[in-house]
């Protein structure tokens, strides 16, 4: 069965510092692999969507990295803002099966505290 | 730019009861998405839609109905709400449905079945 698994399940941190997000994915062979923020009582909003190709790929202080080969993904964020608490979600895609064959994780919990 | 609107934000039903969820987005977006999402998990696909007129199921289709008379309006019908339809519904569209397209959300409906 395909599935995307994220640790940690939460994280708290310091305003100003790093944190490393992960993906763990068994989706194979797949198209793409995206991160979407989540704040709290909103809908998911894209950060970055990586084809099976691509190795890394930025946003601001967003960059997502992907390893085919061992099947993961990690979101890093540089110096962290109060306004970076939210839930991240990594998202995978089989080849040609848009939308009726996404996988969602059910994501981390990131708290950025002052 | 409105994007991807859900009304209502917050419903409380009656087991027994049926209602809409409404969704409509302003971006001209042929493919649209309804998803649920429950604690601890990843958003799963209800039904979903590539154009006006065209409609199909997804991960878990049942008790709910869609249809999709214009390219703006997706919405959603639960027929007889029961306990476990207790979710937060979020309305998904992008240009085509393509691979690599941007998934635009709404901002959700958290459903209460009483």
């Known amino acids: 069965k395909n599935q995307v698994e994220q640790s940690p399940q939460s994280l708290i941190i310091l305003e100003g510092k790093n944190c490393t997000l992960q993906?763990?994915?068994?989706?194979?062979?797949?198209?793409?692999l995206r991160w979407y923020k989540q704040d709290t009582g909103r809908g998911p909003v894209s950060l970055t969507i990586?084809?099976?190709?691509?190795n890394t790929k930025s946003n601001g202080r967003y960059t997502a990295t992907l390893d085919a080969d061992t099947k993961q993904s990690s979101l890093h964020i540089t110096a962290s803002q109060l306004s970076d608490s939210a839930s991240y979600i990594c998202?995978?895609?089989?080849?040609?099966?848009?939308?009726?064959?996404?996988?969602f994780g059910a994501g981390t919990i990131l708290r950025v505290k002052s | 730019n409105a994007g991807v609107t859900q009304t209502p934000k917050f419903q409380v039903l009656k087991t027994g009861q049926s209602m809409t969820l409404q969704c409509a987005q302003d971006?001209?977006?042929?493919?649209m998405s309804w998803y649920r999402q429950d604690p601890g998990m990843g958003l799963r696909l209800i039904h979903y839609?590539?154009?006006?007129?065209?409609?199909d199921q997804g991960e878990v289709p049942n008790g709910y109905n869609v249809s999709r008379s214009t390219t703006e309006d997706f919405p959603l019908r639960l027929l007889s709400a029961a306990p476990s339809q207790t979710s937060v519904y979020f309305c998904?569209?992008?240009?085509?449905?393509?691979?690599?397209?941007?998934?635009?959300f709404g901002s959700g409906t958290q459903l209460s079945v009483l």
């Open positions: 998904a569209s992008s240009y085509e449905g393509q691979e690599n397209e941007k998934l635009f």
């Open positions: 993906c763990n994915y068994t989706v194979s062979p797949f198209s793409n």
């Open positions: 990586m084809t099976f190709s691509e």
């Open positions: 998202v995978v895609s089989p080849p040609m099966e848009y939308g009726n064959k996404l996988v």
């Open positions: 971006m001209n977006h042929e493919y």
């Open positions: 839609s590539v154009g006006a007129g065209i409609t």
